[in-house]
């Protein structure tokens, strides 16, 4: 049995992490220490001065295990992995496991390519963001392949260049071709550079180089070429006066502030970059009993531990605990200096009052009555609101919050398509409400327009259109769609929902090698879902009901077709009879190529009948070759 006085007592005086457990053996406490043998000791002292929320904990220790390090950071590091492995339930949880959007420039490649990714390499390419807004970021996106064409592909021009024909892209000014040498590495390279100059916010010196060629292209009377210039100057321009510039420092910041009420607590975080505001997060914290530098230690901790892009610079609102060590630590994650500054006065002081003001209106409203709070979730159907409640509206924020969807996702609908080789291709149609299976909205579709092959594109689409176009007299839209499949499904319902001018989040489900969930798929790239096992459930759920349901239909189907089989032929041949044989053989071949004895196996079958059976197989005048099978 654990005693924890005697255990108290071998403590070591070195910086290390102790993990708190409970009667059950489950961790309730992380927390890192300079001297093991003082900090841990405290807890089991005198309680006064404690919070209610330590003493509790206290109350639920039974024992404790703890693991020596080498230095203070490498025990803040430990502490990280540690929380975000088991989730303590008296630690300062930033529930919000979120990674964000950003833009790749692959500067390394010949040509080099621009697009969004949520996955940070330590490669050699360029990284801006990031964007906590997915439309923002496709926003971006968009302006940029209107401006400056640059290809979009993935092909290895290496051995290429000169093979095949453009893509669309290159009639339609997207891009410059450069897999037919259409463009210099030396032009290419400029459009690069460009490039980054923008998204580096560096606007004016981007305006005053392409002003200065304008010029020079009208004096050369190279009116076309000035005329393109003129349409990029001012497009540029434009989306310059809508970016907002905060700061004069046009440095890489975080600015990270707070507001509380009740043992409630807001933080919100601005992301700054080259001087403008590119978007902001908030994060709820509830049973806060936590003084503000233990509150602002913990998040920066927490969100800084996923974050793979980290800013020379972060100023926060109150002094933090461990400052010093955390500074050192993010320098070492970042490869850079990196300072954590709280300030006093002047414009850094202006932007903390602001997002401070800014968590303070957002905290309010969710505190109001009937708005969304942690653990409550309030959802708009029909009118009404619907208030979720425990792991319903859990799960269903943390889906809104991993796919970065505009709404809680209230109404899933999930599609699956089954088949059985080319034949009996079905699809269904589940629908989940408020995180639970909706049976009565449930829809099961006969693939009518794709015959004698298997097309899942094709399938999916038709079942899609099918749905879709009898509008919501049919069926209530969903807010999220979820189709089983990877990126060419996703992009199959996508092409029918915009033909039919519909604007509905739409991810794949995707599985692994052993045919288990896997994450979820959009253009935007692949969410896993391994590192939370209640989504992970959740979505597997859906996933594995909509096969059911498919599956369900296409044995129905099939079970038509055995009914209808060659054995109906056969005098004797009954309903009852018919489904015994294939129930005991499995396939007509079996019952063609079995024994007179063999058949009178069956139940219900006559020597009488076996010898029909029997002769009608084997005359010369009947070969048959049915292959069907009840697999």
Not at 336 to 352: A, M, S, T
Not at 539 to 561: G, P, W
Not at 600 to 615: C, H, L, P, Q
């Amino acid at each position: 049995m654990f005693n924890i006085k005697e255990e108290l007592s071998k403590l070591p005086e070195k910086p290390g992490i102790y993990i708190m457990k409970d009667e059950n053996d489950n961790v309730i406490y992380v927390g890192k220490a300079v001297n093991l043998k003082n900090r841990v000791r405290q807890y089991f002292q005198s309680p006064t001065g404690q919070t209610p929320k330590v003493q509790l904990m206290v109350s639920k220790i039974k024992s404790f295990e703890y693991i020596v390090t080498n230095s203070e950071i490498e025990a803040l590091v430990l502490e990280c992995n540690l929380i975000k492995r088991y989730k303590p339930k008296y630690n300062i949880l930033l529930k919000d496991d979120k990674t964000y959007p950003y833009i790749k420039v692959t500067v390394d490649e010949e040509y080099p390519r621009v697009f969004i990714t949520r996955n940070i390499k330590k490669d050699k390419a360029k990284y801006f963001g990031p964007y906590p807004n997915v439309s923002d970021v496709k926003q971006i996106m968009n302006f940029l392949k209107k401006v400056f064409p640059v290809r979009s592909c993935s092909k290895d021009l290496s051995n290429s260049i000169g093979k095949g024909r453009p893509c669309l892209n290159y009639y339609i000014g997207r891009c410059t071709a450069p897999c037919q040498g259409m463009i210099s590495k030396e032009e290419y390279a400029a459009i690069i550079k460009d490039i980054c100059s923008f998204l580096g916010g560096r606007y004016e010196e981007l305006l005053s180089k392409l002003q200065k060629e304008m010029q020079e292209a009208a004096e050369n009377m190279e009116f076309e070429k000035a005329a393109a210039l003129r349409d990029k100057i001012q497009s540029i321009s434009n989306m310059f006066q809508e970016q907002k510039v905060l700061s004069t420092s046009f440095e890489d910041q975080d600015v990270i502030a707070m507001a509380r009420k009740d043992n409630y607590a807001c933080i919100q975080i601005f992301f700054m970059r080259s001087g403008k505001l590119i978007g902001r997060e908030s994060f709820l914290f509830d049973d806060v009993q936590e003084n503000d530098a233990e509150l602002m230690s913990s998040f920066i901790k927490q969100f800084y531990s996923t974050s793979e892009l980290i800013p020379g610079e972060i100023i926060a609102q109150v002094e933090i605990d461990d400052m010093k060590l955390i500074e050192d630590w993010l320098k070492e994650k970042r490869g850079g200096n990196v300072n954590i500054k709280v300030p006093k006065r002047g414009e850094k002081l202006k932007l903390v009052n602001m997002a401070s003001e800014n968590a303070k209106i957002y905290l309010e409203n969710v505190l109001q009555p009937g708005k969304t709070r942690p653990g409550n979730v309030n959802i708009k159907a029909d009118g009404e609101n619907i208030n979720l409640y425990g792991e319903n509206a859990e799960v269903l924020v943390k889906l809104a919050d991993l796919l970065k969807l505009d709404t809680i996702p209230s109404r899933i609908e999930a599609y699956d398509i089954s088949n059985t080789g080319s034949s009996e291709i079905t699809g269904s149609l589940v629908v989940f409400e408020d995180a639970q299976p909706a049976p009565k909205n449930y829809r099961r579709f006969k693939i009518k327009t794709v015959q004698d092959k298997q097309n899942d594109y094709a399938s999916m689409q038709e079942m899609l259109f099918r749905r879709f176009r009898k509008g919501e007299e049919f069926l209530e839209y969903p807010d999220l769609i979820l189709v089983d499949g990877g990126l060419g499904h996703v992009n199959a319902a996508l092409e029918v929902l915009r033909f039919l001018n519909l604007d509905i989040p739409v991810f794949g489900m995707v599985k692994d090698n052993k045919h288990n969930t896997r994450g979820l798929v959009s253009l935007d790239g692949e969410y896993e879902l391994s590192g939370n096992m209640q989504l992970y459930r959740f979505i597997a759920s859906i996933q594995n009901e909509a096969h059911r349901f498919a599956i369900q239909y296409n044995r129905k189907l099939r079970e038509k077709r055995y009914r209808q089989s060659v054995l109906d032929e056969i005098p004797g041949i009954g309903e009852k009879r018919k489904k015994d044989l294939l129930r005991h053989f499995g396939s007509i071949s079996r019952i063609k190529n079995a024994k007179i004895e063999e058949l009178m196996a069956v139940e219900g079958i006559s020597r009488k009948v076996a010898e029909n059976i029997y002769n009608y197989f084997n005359s010369d005048s009947n070969e048959k070759n049915d292959n069907y099978s009840m697999e």
